[in-house]
């Protein structure tokens, strides 16, 4: 049907968004991801060679994902099919699946965007395999959400994924001016009120054009400008208190953690609140307190996690603006915790350990022997069940043989770790005793 609209002529006289009329038509057109378009860029060197592999953009709303894709696919001869995770099921991957693979025994590649991946189950993921396997389709996935979280590993081990950046000012303002070129017509806003539409916009490009589609339908008299207050009456959003795109936001967030690990619930409660001032999202901020909670409290405070990860789903349950103060909870709960970072120490130092020690077996005695022949070989043999065991305790080795016991863990001298300590001297005690 959009076939025959475009054929008559009639698509350019309906109404179209700002945003649509102004979508690039070449990647040298499209702004703001010069790190993965550019001469040295991923995408860039992929158009390049004409050797377009399978990819997952990750990154904010507005940042261009769906548009790449599209002038990809243009740009390395693909046909282009789109589907969106949250309308798309079973039926509908097989359908695609087919046409694809039909295109490719007429010898022509299809690239496939699939907007929201991240929505997709197990399941549905798993069924991309065979077909970016057997080349039938390249794929692109587009997720708001960090994929190392969201997608299966088997989808991402065969992917690369790509960071898409939030545009910076520069970027935005680029747009305001390729917009009123369109237009004709210089955005009626005094200087301040023009620095003001840029952060509302907040790094995404849709979302710039959008607000200038609002001033110009409520456009004062010719000669007059809109100053900051009148913008915001106009479009109804306010100004966020800080750019979460850019330096302010991390530097919020890295004032937020450096006081709940200085053990200041009382400045840690005023970055809190300016951070939800400014328009974060609420969970960003919970899944902030989950990592401080393992990163800095660990085992000086073992509830700490259980609070931050209780704060957080209640934040879920309740919404907003009822779920904020579940958060607030945490921030001090976390704040006035006992600080350690043992657990995190003996993390690192046990990863490297492992990377440099190659594939040591464990020793014989703990394998278990579920076939006669292994038994004869000795596996399982000698093991103690510690239970057993006076003091419930047998102090065996469980290192590799020939490989000296290490020591990672050191429990710090405060909260919960000093009755770690504690059980960790007794035991060292009774292993010494033993030998």
Not at 65 to 88: G, N, P, V, Y
Not at 118 to 126: I, L, T
Not at 181 to 191: A, G, Q, S, Y
Request: with cysteine; charged share 25%.
């Amino acid at each position: 049907m959009s076939d025959l609209f475009e054929n008559a002529g009639l698509e350019n006289q309906a109404p179209r968004p700002l945003a649509d009329r102004l979508r690039p038509q070449k990647l040298a057109e499209v702004v703001g991801q010069e790190h993965l378009l550019g001469e040295k860029g991923f995408l860039g060197a992929m158009v390049r060679t004409q050797q377009m592999g399978s990819v997952i953009f990750w990154g904010p709303p507005g940042s261009g994902k769906t548009t790449i894709a599209r002038l990809l696919a243009h740009e390395t001869d693909l046909h282009f099919e789109q589907i969106s995770a949250i309308f798309s099921g079973v039926k509908e991957l097989r359908e695609v699946f087919e046409r694809a693979g039909k295109r490719r025994r007429d010898g022509i590649g299809t690239l496939l965007f699939v907007d929201e991946i991240h929505r997709f189950n197990k399941s549905q993921q798993d069924s991309f395999l065979p077909h970016l396997e057997d080349g039938t389709i390249v794929l692109v996935g587009a997720t708001t959400e960090n994929p190392s979280f969201e997608l299966n590993s088997a989808l991402l081990s065969r992917t690369s994924v790509l960071t898409f950046k939030r545009l910076d000012e520069s970027g935005l303002e680029t747009l305001l001016q390729k917009a009123e070129r369109h237009l004709e017509r210089v955005l009626p806003l005094d200087k301040e009120a023009r620095a003001a539409l840029v952060n509302m916009a907040d790094g995404d490009g849709r979302s710039v054009f959008n607000l200038v589609e609002d001033v110009m339908r409520g456009a004062p008299k010719e000669g007059e400008l809109l100053d900051t207050q009148q913008l915001v009456a106009l479009v109804q959003r306010r100004a966020p208190v800080y750019d979460k795109s850019g330096e302010g936001h991390y530097n919020l967030v890295s004032a937020l953690h450096k006081a709940i690990r200085g053990s200041d619930p009382q400045a840690a409660l005023y970055w809190f609140a300016r951070m939800l001032a400014g328009g974060e999202d609420p969970l960003f901020i919970a899944r902030r307190l989950v990592r401080m909670a393992v990163e800095d409290i660990g085992l000086g405070d073992p509830h700490a996690l259980l609070q931050a990860n209780a704060a957080k789903e209640a934040y879920q349950f309740l919404g907003s603006p009822e779920g904020e103060l579940a958060l607030a909870q945490s921030v001090v709960y976390l704040a006035t915790a006992p600080k350690s970072n043992a657990v995190y120490a003996a993390y690192k130092a046990a990863m490297s350990s492992a990377k440099n020690s190659g594939s040591l077996a464990p020793p014989k005695h703990i394998i278990n022997a579920p076939t006669k022949f292994m038994k004869q070989e000795g596996y399982g043999a000698e093991y103690e069940y510690d239970p057993d065991c006076e003091d419930g305790f047998s102090g065996q080795n469980y290192f590799p043989d020939g490989f000296a016991a290490q020591s990672y863990y050191q429990p710090v001298s405060r909260g919960y770790e000093r009755e770690i300590q504690k059980r960790l001297d007794y035991w060292d005690a009774l292993r010494k005793k033993r030998k």
